[in-house]
């Protein structure tokens, strides 16, 4: 199992919407073999490790 990519409370960005989030909870799924993440801005949405990327 690797690390997550993005830690609690820190700002990303969603990569479809340019949208600047924050990550309130992140989760390893195990079948799928990576990591979700939820986000305060829309809390019933969890997005993958590939649909966000730290902001510079």
Sequence with gaps: MKDCKFK???FVKIKETDENVTIIKSKYISNMKRYSYIVKEHPAIFYFEEE???IQ
Excluded: A, I, S, V
């Design 8 to 10: 609690k409370n820190e």
């Design 52 to 54: 966000l990327e730290k």
